[in-house]
């Protein structure tokens, strides 16, 4: 699936549902309840953060993403031909879930704090 990912053609990626969730069972839930009910994306946002992400291995997730206790999560469609179900974390990291497989993406630009609770660690990456 991500085959179809490459540094000469941009990705395709069209949001089909969005919904704002918490996990009120996180330890950190309370730490960051706050920041988590006041952070907004729209679907535009999520399809930009989804373009620019890139793909991360569990090494450079465990080293470089925090997990926060929000996340936005539904649909996309990707390249106008396959369908997924997508969590995007307020701690700058995705999971899109495919029929067979599931990809971890990590945004790893400056500017995250345009769209996100808290940005990577790039002193790790």
């Keep these: 699936v991500y085959s179809k990912l490459n540094k000469k053609q941009k990705n395709v990626i069209n949001v089909l549902t969005l919904k704002k969730s918490f996990d009120s069972a996180s330890i950190f839930y309370n730490q960051y309840k706050g920041k988590c009910s006041s952070w907004k994306l729209k ?12 793909p991360i291995d569990g090494i450079k997730f465990h080293d470089v993403f925090d997990v926060l206790p929000c996340f936005y999560e539904g649909q996309i469609l990707w390249h ?12 700058s990291f995705a999971i899109l879930y495919f ?7 990590g945004y790893k630009k400056t500017d995250y704090y345009k769209n996100f609770v808290i940005g990577p660690n790039l002193e790790n990456d």
């Design 43 to 54: 679907k535009e946002d999520i399809e930009t953060i989804m373009r620019n992400s890139t």
């Design 80 to 91: 106008s031909d396959t369908l997924a179900h997508y969590q995007l974390n307020a701690g």
């Design 99 to 105: 029929k067979d497989t599931a990809i971890y993406v």
